[in-house]
């Protein structure tokens, strides 16, 4: 074996990010939202790096994994899985409905442990990628193009510290795509809703085809629907939506859906594991998974995902949540590689002020280049990392832990989550 590509530490840094006060059907975003940092550093003195969610849950199974990795190859991906299952305690095994720090649907231990896995696959990636001199792309198969297109990803919103201002109305979202539209050429444009009521919602959608015809549009409530409802927003909406993402939650209610309407139906929410394809795949429940190597654990296991969504003529897209240059570039190595995957990739990117990689990812025509620099082609601002970090300490548990509901309810207490 190597020495050069053996791991001699791993280095865990929690973060606090700053975070608009974006709204979904799980509340509101708080003023800061937590990450984890992941570096895999080898015997040759070369550092990768990767990115996860940073609430306790996830450090939790990441603090024996990072000791348990030491003295082995970042070249064995594959048995980091195992490792998990040996090292991880059984933590978050309760199941819930949603998960607020994703929306990813019912959160089961399993899952916990692949989103933390895929943070030290892309770690071990990077390490390997630079220690060889290759991007990570070369070591997936190899890139089948040279940019990665993504889609705006639109909002309502509280006016916060942030320059974007409120968007809470069809004028506001309009407002907030041109801006989408003006500094970064985004072609497409995806609406978190299940915020207001539906009518509300078709009525942003509406406007956004007004102002930006014959342009991608997405609507994506999180299962904030009935049946009905979700078969009456397609209804109003069929000649303008690419797709309608979970409107209904599970599996069942948008098979249902799926065979009363010609709207293609999209999903990471009922779709978020290889146990959960075979049902919805036989049932007809979608037309497009949004891969997220967060969640399926890496991104060889992103790849996995893309292959039988080509075996069952399934549609690609791609999934985003609140992350930063690390995840970016990961995304971006990774939709490089899928020839399936022909709609633009969900983003957060553009909304997060801060990151912990140099120089920022800039997209040009919606569009990022892929790296041919070697591993994922971003370096660490250590300076950054300390800083985010320092807030994390300084934090006395209170955002340590994602958490949208109790963020809504401390400026309205009596709010619930609503279904329509």
């Not at 997936?140 to 909002?155: Q, T, W």
């Not at 832990?401 to 400026?411: H, I, L, T």
């Amino acid at each position: 074996m190597d020495a050069k590509l053996i791991v001699d530490e791993v280095r865990l840094t929690p973060i606090l990010i700053s975070d608009p006060p974006l709204l979904n059907t799980q509340g509101v975003h708080q003023p800061h939202t937590p990450r984890l940092v992941v570096e895999v550093v080898t015997r040759g003195g070369v550092s990768g790096l990767g990115e996860t969610y940073g609430d306790g849950v996830y450090l939790d199974i990441a603090q024996p994994l990072a000791e348990a990795l030491s003295g082995r190859s970042v070249a064995d991906v594959n048995g980091l899985f195992a490792l998990t299952a040996e090292t991880a305690d059984t933590v978050g095994t309760e199941d819930s409905r949603v998960d607020a720090s994703g929306l990813r649907g019912v959160r089961t231990a399993d899952k916990l442990r692949l989103s933390v896995v895929s943070a030290f696959e892309t770690a071990c990636l990077d390490a390997l990628g630079r220690t060889l001199g290759l991007p990570v792309h070369a070591l997936l198969g190899g890139k089948v193009r040279d940019e990665v297109e993504y889609s705006a990803y639109l909002f309502y919103k509280w006016a916060g510290t942030d320059d974007w201002g409120a968007a809470l109305d069809p004028a506001g979202i309009v407002a907030q795509a041109r801006r989408f539209d003006r500094e970064y050429g985004f072609r497409s444009f995806k609406l978190k809703g299940g915020v207001f009521e539906p009518e509300r919602e078709i009525a942003a959608v509406r406007a956004l085809a007004d102002a930006f015809p014959g342009r991608p549009l997405r609507l994506d409530p999180n299962g904030a629907w009935s049946v009905e409802t979700s078969l009456a927003v397609a209804r109003e909406l069929e000649d303008v939506l690419e797709y309608l993402e979970d409107p209904a939650s599970g599996t069942a209610a948008m098979a249902e859906i799926a065979a009363r309407t010609d709207v293609p139906l999209a999903t990471n929410m009922c779709v978020t594991t290889f146990e959960e394809v075979p049902e919805a795949f036989a049932a007809g429940a979608v037309r497009i998974v949004l891969c997220d190597h967060h969640y399926w654990g890496g991104l060889h296991r992103t790849r996995e995902l893309a292959a039988l969504c080509r075996t069952y003529g399934v549609g690609l897209s791609m999934h985003s949540n609140t992350h930063l240059g690390i995840s970016l570039a990961a995304m971006t190595q990774v939709a490089a590689t899928l020839p399936g995957l022909h709609h633009a990739c969900d983003t957060h990117y553009p909304w997060q002020t801060e990151d912990v990689v140099t120089p920022r990812p800039v997209f040009r025509a919606g569009r990022l280049t892929v790296s041919d620099a070697p591993g994922l082609g971003v370096d660490l601002d250590r300076e950054a990392l300390a800083t985010l970090h320092e807030r994390w300490l300084a934090d006395e548990g209170t955002l340590r832990d994602r958490d949208d509901a109790a963020a809504m309810r401390r400026a309205h207490p009596n709010w619930a989550p609503t279904r329509w």
